[in-house]
C-alpha cells in the first residue's frame, strides 16, 4: 500500500491550460503539504494544511490553489499554466513521531 | 530563515570505501532532522529520521548523526556498493516546515 500517492505521474500541457495534481495519504497524518523540485533539484515548501485547514502559504502566484476536501487529500490546482511552472511537484505528509514521507511526485511539463 | 547546507555537493569514490555526508543548518531549533535518497527521475525515499532529542540513529550500513547545538548532521555509509549512488538530501524541521540542503550527488564506482 503507497502511503502518499499522487496522480498524475507525468503531466505534459499546453501554456494557458489549467491542471489539477491529485493527493492523497493513508497514514492518518493530519499535515499535508505541496513541495516543488525545481530543474536545479531544490526542493521548497509551497503550502501547507493541518486537518484541511491552511497553515503555510509561501510566495507562490494566487494561480496555485491547493484544496483540501478532508485531512487524507491535498490537491492542487494551477489556472493559466507559464512555462516557468514546469518543475517536479511532490506531495508530503507529517506525523512528528515518524517524520515525513513524500508522494512519487508529479513531472509537468508546460509547452 | 532556516538555511541547510550540503558539503560536497558531489562525491565519487570507489566501492567499498566509507561515504561521509555533511550537512548544517542555521537555525538550531529544529524539531526532528531526515536523510533522505533520491534517484535520478524517482521520488524521495527516507533514509534515517533522528528527534531532536536525539543523537544518532543507525540502520545496516547507515548511521546519522546530530548536533543540533552546533547544527551539523553527518550520515556514514559504511563499505559502499554501486546501489547507494543517488543524491542524499538533509532535510530539518522547523514551525511545521520541512527545509531541505541541495543534496550530495553519490557515485560509487564498481
Known amino acids: 500500500d503507497t502511503a502518499v500517492s499522487q496522480t498524475p505521474k507525468y503531466l505534459v500541457t499546453q501554456m494557458g491550460n489549467d491542471k489539477s495534481i491529485k493527493c492523497e495519504q493513508n497514514l492518518g497524518h493530519d499535515t499535508m503539504y505541496w513541495y516543488k523540485q525545481d530543474s536545479k533539484k531544490f526542493l521548497k515548501i509551497m503550502f501547507s494544511y493541518n486537518n484541511k485547514e491552511l497553515i503555510i502559504n509561501e510566495t507562490v502566484p494566487n494561480r496555485f490553489s491547493p484544496k483540501s476536501p478532508d485531512k487524507a487529500h491535498l490537491n492542487l490546482h494551477i489556472n493559466s499554466l507559464e512555462l516557468g511552472d514546469s518543475a517536479v511537484y511532490f506531495c508530503a505528509s507529517h506525523n512528528p513521531g515518524t517524520g515525513w514521507n513524500f508522494g512519487q511526485g508529479t513531472r509537468l511539463t508546460v509547452v | 530563515k532556516q538555511e541547510v547546507t550540503q558539503i560536497p555537493a558531489a562525491l565519487s569514490v570507489p566501492e567499498g570505501e566509507n561515504l561521509v555526508l555533511n550537512c548544517s543548518f542555521t537555525?538550531?531549533?529544529?524539531?526532528?532532522l531526515q536523510w533522505f535518497r533520491q534517484d535520478p527521475g524517482k521520488g524521495l525515499t527516507s533514509l534515517l529520521l533522528?528527534?531532536?532529542?536525539?543523537r544518532e540513529q543507525t540502520s545496516g550500513r547507515l548511521n546519522a548523526s546530530l548536533d543540533k547545538s552546533s547544527g551539523r548532521s553527518t550520515l556514514y555509509i559504511a563499505a559502499s556498493q554501486p546501489g547507494d549512488s543517488a543524491t542524499y538530501l538533509c532535510a530539518v524541521t522547523n514551525d511545521y516546515k520541512l527545509s531541505f540542503g541541495a543534496g550530495t550527488t553519490v557515485t560509487v564506482r564498481a
Open positions: 537555525d538550531s531549533a529544529i524539531y526532528n
Open positions: 533522528i528527534q531532536s532529542s536525539q
